[in-house]
């Protein structure tokens, strides 16, 4: 099996179609942090709030990372437009990208979870604000340790719109008459990934609303303007 590597066009659209996203979610999430830290800072007070700002903080360079895009691919490399960069520059925005891709949907499954334990605590933070260090540490321990094995292993390589998990030079793993020059075995790291994404973004978030609903439906039962107390209280 052989790869069908792009074309010119195809090249360019993979290099610079992600720059404009990248800068208008870094320039959005500046905002939300300057708003947070300078314009409202009495917000910083409420654990949402800070969880927010936290996860803010994580798509900054996770954004710079995007829009860097294949300008930090070795110089030289085939079929991939506007690579200006080295094998550090590579390995570096892999790096990037491994620890705040993991750490931006843990920030956003918190949210879900403060959501949770604070209209089940009627918004006394001192009975869950507990979770804030554990959230901290969790965002990013796991995109940390992913990211040094795959460093380790020599596993920062062009792929896509710029560095990511692959073997070099490009196509090696599917055309045996190409041999692979970087790029160790790591088992099913990269599966633990994906599906540590999966959960992160599309399982736990609605877990938790769930079982939010039918907490509150239960509560309702005792006192019917308590889920919108508790909603008025968040958004303050």
Not at 73 to 100: D, H, L, M
Not at 123 to 136: G, L, S
Request: hydrophobic letters at 45%.
């Amino acid at each position: 099996m052989t790869t069908a590597y792009p074309t010119t066009a195809q090249q360019r659209g993979m290099a610079y179609a992600p720059m404009p996203f990248a800068l208008v979610s870094f320039f959005s999430s500046s905002f939300v942090i300057y708003h947070i830290l300078f314009q409202e800072p009495q917000k910083r007070k409420r654990l949402y709030h800070r969880l927010v700002l936290a996860m803010n903080f994580a798509l900054l360079p996770l954004s710079a990372a995007y829009f860097w895009s294949t300008m930090a691919v070795p110089k030289g490399t085939p079929y991939f437009a506007g690579a200006v960069g080295t094998v550090n520059t590579c390995t570096a925005q892999g790096f990037i990208s491994v620890v705040f891709v993991l750490a931006v949907p843990t920030y956003y499954g918190s949210l879900a979870l403060q959501a949770f334990l604070g209209l089940k605590n009627n918004y006394n933070e001192d009975k869950y604000r507990w979770i804030e260090i554990p959230v901290h540490i969790i965002a990013y321990l796991i995109g940390s340790v992913n990211a040094i094995i795959i460093a380790a292993t020599d596993n920062f390589n062009p792929n896509g719109s710029g560095c990511w998990y692959a073997k070099a030079p490009w196509g090696c793993e599917s055309d045996p008459n190409i041999p692979c020059e970087r790029g160790g075995d790591t088992g099913d790291l990269i599966t633990v990934m994906g599906l540590t994404l999966v959960f992160l973004y599309f399982i736990f978030p609605p877990l938790v609303v769930i079982s939010l609903y039918f907490w509150m439906k239960k509560k309702q039962k005792d006192s019917p303007r308590r889920g919108n107390i508790g909603m008025s209280i968040i958004r303050e």
